[in-house]
Every structure is written in structure tokens, then in C-alpha cells.
């Protein structure tokens, strides 16, 4: 079974500070997909960032990064200068290509302090 | 612009009333596609479409039922509410016909109680 597994229920980090949410999975696909979307307090979500699996350079937004290691089957999102908009719920997803089912992980709740 | 739209945001049913949850997008996306959310659970796909007439099952179909007649609307029925599925709803729509390379549009949400 294709799974995302994220490790970390709940995490707080300090206004203007770096923090770094994890994401794993687990799949026998060679080629698909890894996102992270963002779900703030009035749960709509949102795409934060997303990531080709034969691409090896790690996708940027802004101050959003991610450190995507294929053959550890690792998808970490980092955040820089974190800001108090960034509190929210943050969601792993993965997909594999050719296929309609996104597969998400239970969820990140991200603390902005001010 | 008004995106993914869901409606009722808040519902209150019996266990065995029947109910259906309304998703209709205005950026004539092909996929569309429910999921429902659950404290520790993530989001868990119940049904997706990848067009008017075609629709399959996710990762947990049962008790529910959707049907695609046109590409705006995509609903979702509940045909015998139980406990279990006291959740949050939401819908998501895609741009592309492959949506594995695009981004989903989500919903606002729809908090469903079953008592």
C-alpha cells in the first residue's frame, strides 16, 4: 500500500525563525508527484508547493523550500522567515503519475509565535 | 471568481436520513473529486470524476454514492447516514485532465454531524 506518513502531530516555531516539517512515503511508483498544501484556521486549502519526482532539483516558492530525497522517499518542507499568516494545518500529498488518487498524510498543525 | 463552491457549510442529520453535499466549479475543470477529513486521519479520497459521466471509487466509498451529469457539478450523496460519518467534507477540482501534474482547488469545506 502507497502511503504518506508525517511525523510531527503539532510544532511551533518563533516569528522570523526557520522551521522544517517532514513528510516520508512510501511507494513502488518510479515516476509521480509530492505536494504540500496549506490549510490555515478557515480550512480552505491551499497549494503551498509541489515537486516532480524526476526532478532532482528541490522546488522553491518564495520562502518555502523543500528538501525531496527520492531514494530515502523523504519530502521535507522548509519555511524561512516564518510569519504569523503561515499558522496553519500542513498536509503532505502524494500521487502517482497516470493515476487519480491523491494519498495525503494526517497533517503537520504549525505554531507561528509571535 | 468564485472557484470550488460547497454547499451546506454545516448540516445536522439522523442516523439513517439521507442527505446530499453540493460541489459545483466555475473553472471547467475535468477532475473533481470528495474527500473527507478526520482528527488524525488526513484526508482520505471517497469518490473522484474525471469527467461528466465518469466517475470511481477512492480509498473509502461506502456508504456514499456521486454522480457527474455535468462538468460544473459533481455532488455527493449520503444514502443512510451513520455516526461514522460525522466528518468534514471537502471537494477538490483539478485544471487538468491529469491531474497529478497540476494543482487541486479545494472547497471551503462542509461540517457534517450525524446523531
Known amino acids: 500500500a502507497q502511503t504518506v506518513t508525517q511525523s510531527q502531530p503539532e510544532m511551533s516555531v518563533q516569528e522570523a525563525e526557520t522551521v522544517t516539517l517532514s513528510c516520508t512515503y512510501d511507494?513502488?511508483?518510479?515516476?509521480?508527484?509530492l505536494f504540500w498544501y496549506k490549510q490555515p484556521p478557515s480550512r480552505q486549502m491551499i497549494l503551498v508547493i509541489r515537486?516532480?519526482?524526476?526532478?532532482?532539483q528541490n522546488a522553491t516558492e518564495n520562502r518555502f523550500s523543500v528538501n525531496f530525497q527520492k531514494a530515502a522517499k523523504s519530502f521535507s518542507l522548509k519555511i524561512s522567515d516564518s510569519q504569523l499568516g503561515d499558522t496553519a494545518m500542513y498536509f503532505c500529498?502524494?500521487?502517482?503519475?497516470?493515476?487519480?488518487?491523491?494519498?495525503f498524510g494526517t497533517g503537520t498543525r504549525l505554531k507561528v509565535l509571535a | 471568481n468564485a472557484g470550488v463552491t460547497q454547499t451546506p457549510k454545516f448540516q445536522v442529520l439522523k442516523t439513517g436520513q439521507s442527505m446530499t453535499l453540493q460541489c459545483a466549479q466555475d473553472?471547467?475543470?475535468?477532475?473533481m473529486s470528495w474527500y473527507r477529513q478526520d482528527p488524525g486521519m488526513g484526508l482520505r479520497l471517497i469518490h473522484y470524476s474525471v469527467g461528466a459521466g465518469i466517475t470511481d471509487q477512492g480509498e473509502v466509498p461506502n456508504g456514499y454514492n456521486v454522480s457527474r451529469s455535468t462538468t460544473e457539478d459533481f455532488p455527493l450523496r449520503l444514502l443512510s447516514a451513520a455516526p461514522s460519518q460525522t466528518s468534514v467534507y471537502f471537494c477538490a477540482s483539478s485544471y487538468s485532465e491529469s491531474p497529478n501534474t497540476g494543482e487541486l482547488f479545494f472547497g471551503e469545506g462542509s461540517r457534517l454531524t450525524v446523531l
Open positions: 511507494t513502488s511508483e518510479s515516476n509521480y508527484y
Open positions: 500529498a502524494f500521487i502517482p503519475s497516470g493515476t487519480y488518487k491523491y494519498i
Open positions: 473553472m471547467n475543470h475535468e477532475y
Open positions: 515537486q516532480e519526482a524526476y526532478k532532482q
